[in-house]
């Protein structure tokens, strides 16, 4: 039975790199998904800075990050130009995200 072996240790290896691909890709789409939320809570809070929204800049972030399911960490603001940083838990670790938004320098 050499043969049942090799199979069952091929199922196994394959089986082992499938569950590796599978956690990779997961982490990548929690990556993608905390970017963008970093993208609309800095966005949120730049557009509350220079007036074009109403509200207090890191308050709508922090409300646009919790709609999205993510933490905001830190939220900046240096005239109209907002930082934000969000992060969300995956798994035990954290994923975490910062961007910027304002006008052009």
Known sequence: MPGTAAAAGLIGAAAAIMLGLASV????????????????????????????????????????????GVALDACDLDGLVATVAVSVRFGVLRAGASARAGPPP
């Open 25 to 68: 890709a997961s982490a990548s789409v929690v990556g993608q998904r905390v970017a963008g939320a970093a993208d609309a809570a800095a966005l949120a809070a730049a557009d509350a800075a220079s007036g074009a929204a109403a509200g207090v800049p890191c308050d709508r972030a922090a409300e646009l990050a919790a709609a999205a």
